[in-house]
């Protein structure tokens, strides 16, 4: 499963991309300019990026909360524009302006996300057993963090999975905090890949910094989906660099979080260390890297003038919005 | 008498009932730190077997109040947006709500679950809902919601001191406001079914909850010398003081509820069919209720077409006295 150096170059572009489209984010809701809340995912990136980019395009995903979901849309093909002008809560938004904080994109297996969370496990079952049914192959793939893990939809979601072999990969981003509530303190076990052993399900555990570690273990566990062997867990250990969200406190319970291990987490920022890799093994120069970086932040520049540019949402929605015809 | 905000009004409850009886503890998502800032700097003072961090787990959290309030505590649960107490709907709504009465009223429930209602920060539909309705419609649930800091605290503290279920809703857009409150050696205690008239008046009365209360008294500031707008906040719905609402009908022969829930089935719904029921004689014109369209609210700036404005308001004060009030 050696990566041609096109497809490490699809990774670091698409890593390059979430991470200013994140900062345009938080720039833009410290602007004034979108509406509601965002949290940041900044440091996170590898693990939607490596999980998302070489999926087909019917896949099925549940984004994750951790910068709304941006890595994993925009490393499937997901719209920047239309994420950013439902941010700025615009009529051009994915969801027509209605949904402020969240995304679809039905025809790339974006079928929504809820921001309840726990509410990722039990609707990803019923993609999958969408999917089960049909026999096209596909795969549901369910991003979701540890706090989502403290929840019983877990739970009921995992084991029907298992029983009845359906094709979906729980992939877990450790952050180490829910909200501000650290693992430790809501866990008994630092590995939320360990659900593997009472619902029978393989189980992987990368260091989520790695994109092309997550890339692997995923693609792994969804060859397996893909060929009817049923569900498994990849967990990916992460960390990230903002606040739970711009503007609350970065703390751990009431008091800050330790900053060593903010500093530590820092040096593992999954951008340079990927950057980093790709010049050692002299797949990439500083230049095309230069070169990546500067598109990325033209395309989200122009991706947020769309969304200022963009018209707001008039009540005429709400007639085809609540039931279909 | 000095004036706090209403956040720091319900903090002060905490920490007087925390320190009055030790069976109280406050357990919920992150409120060592206060997401709102209403259970902030509580475990400083009490520590943190008493003011309890959980696991990002809804269910547990209800779970543990609801068990632990029938084995002789009485915990403070709070679950951050209101929106969220769905998720432990089996708990609050099928478990709490029942329990002593299908146990024929052999244990009893002394518990708060605690929540933030309300739109008007543009968070979209799963973090604005105001679901006053449901809880109103659910036997054996108790339901306080403070519009000001003195209510926010009396209406708290009489929460925690209930022995039955009380679900507490206090607003996101009220948490900064400032007003009144008794000095802290007073026992500011609000009773639970005792409306407030919040203004008086004779030509219409205005029944409104929450920041609605707030719509209300702008709306009818702003009609002063061209219809004189009695505004009633009931602060609790269960019980529902009716008494208050009839009598003031009766004096003026005009009705608008307004609350932030969605309309249809909703509490304006309840409270316009108890006057009719109570007090059909004395109405002058057909009663009206505002509150949120029959949507859910959607993010962005475009949910102040769904949620209820004062503009509605003044529309169906209009409509109750048969003409335009407009200057």
Redesign the interface.
């Known amino acids: 499963m050696t990566l041609t150096r096109d497809q490490l170059k699809t990774l670091y572009t698409n890593l390059s991309r979430s991470r200013r489209m994140d900062e345009v984010m938080v720039q833009g809701l410290a602007d004034g300019k979108a ?3 965002f949290h940041s995912g900044q440091g996170e990136e590898a693990v939607g990026v490596g999980g998302c980019t070489f999926l087909r395009p019917d896949d099925f995903v549940y984004s994750h909360h951790r910068g709304h979901g941006l890595s994993h849309i925009i490393s499937k093909g997901g719209s920047p524009a239309a994420f950013i002008a ?1 941010h ?3 009529a051009t ?1 994915a ?1 027509n ?6 995304f679809v994109d039905p025809s790339l297996g974006f079928f929504g996300f ?5 509410s990722a496990f039990p609707v990803t079952l019923g993609w999958a057993l969408a999917a089960k049914k049909n026999g096209r192959q596909q795969v549901a793939v369910c991003f979701f963090g540890d ?2 893990s ?3 939809t877990l739970h009921e979601a995992m084991n029907m999975a298992s029983v009845m072999k359906l094709p979906v990969v729980w992939v877990c981003h450790n952050n180490l905090y ?4 650290p693992l430790a ?3 008994p076990n630092e590995d939320i890949a360990s659900f593997g052993v009472p619902y029978c399900m393989p189980t992987t555990i990368v260091d989520g910094q790695d994109v092309v570690a997550v890339h692997e273990a995923v693609q792994a566990a969804v060859a397996r989906a893909r060929a009817g062997e049923g569900p498994s867990i990849v967990e990916c250990k992460t960390y990230r660099f903002r606040a739970h969200a711009e503007g ?2 970065d ?1 751990s ?2 008091q800050l979080r330790p900053p060593e291990e903010v500093a530590a987490w820092r040096k593992r920022d999954p951008l340079l260390l990927f950057r980093q890799r790709l010049l050692e093994d002299e797949i990439l120069s500083e230049t095309e890297i230069e070169r990546i970086d500067a598109e990325a932040a033209a395309e989200m520049e122009a991706a947020e003038k769309f969304a200022m540019e963009s018209p ?4 005429a ?2 007639e085809t ?2 039931f279909s015809e | 008498m000095r004036e706090i905000p209403y956040r720091i009004a319900m903090n002060e409850a905490l920490v007087e009932e925390l320190a009055r009886d030790e069976r109280v503890f406050v357990i919920g998502e992150d409120v060592q730190a206060g997401t709102f800032g209403v259970t902030s700097q509580l475990v400083q003072r009490f520590g943190p077997d008493r003011v309890m961090d959980t696991p990002l787990s809804e269910t547990a959290v209800a779970g543990s109040a609801f068990g632990a309030a029938m084995a002789g505590y009485r915990p403070v649960a709070d679950f951050m947006f209101a929106d969220f107490i769905f998720i432990a709907g089996n708990e609050i709504l099928i478990n709490t709500a029942k329990w002593r009465f299908a146990h024929g009223g052999k244990v009893s429930l002394p518990l708060v679950f605690m929540a933030a209602m309300g739109g008007g920060a543009r968070n979209g539909p799963e973090h604005s809902q105001s679901p006053e309705a449901v809880i109103m419609h659910t036997p054996g649930l108790k339901l306080a919601i403070p519009s000001t800091p003195f209510d926010a605290k009396g209406l708290l503290k009489s929460a925690i001191r209930d022995n039955n279920p009380v679900v507490f809703f206090y607003h996101k857009r009220l948490l900064g406001f400032r007003g009144p409150v008794p000095e802290l050696d007073e026992d500011c205690v609000v009773p639970f079914g005792v409306a407030d008239i919040k203004r008086p008046g004779d030509d219409v009365t205005v029944v409104a909850t929450g920041l609605m209360v707030h719509h209300a008294l702008r709306v009818a500031g702003e009609l002063d010398g061209r219809a004189s707008i009695e505004v009633i906040d009931p602060r609790t719905l269960e019980p529902l003081d009716i008494d208050t609402i009839v009598k003031s009908v009766r004096k003026t022969g005009r009705l608008v509820v307004m609350d932030e829930d969605t309309t249809r089935c909703g509490v304006g719904a309840e409270i316009i069919t108890q006057v009719i029921e109570n007090a059909f004689d004395a109405l002058d014109a057909p009663p009206q209720r505002v509150g949120a369209a029959n949507l859910p609210i959607p993010g962005g700036y475009i949910e102040q077409e769904v949620l209820p404005q004062p503009a509605n308001l003044l529309a169906a004060i209009e409509a109750v006295v048969g003409k335009s009030l407009k200057v």
């Open positions: 509406v509601s809340f439902e700025y809560g615009k938004g969801c302006g209605l949904g402020a904080i969240h809820s921001g309840t969370i726990g706090g989502a403290n929840r019983g829910a909200q501000f509530m303190d809501a866990f609350a406190p703390v319970h009431y707001s949402p008039v009540p929605i709400f919005a609540l």
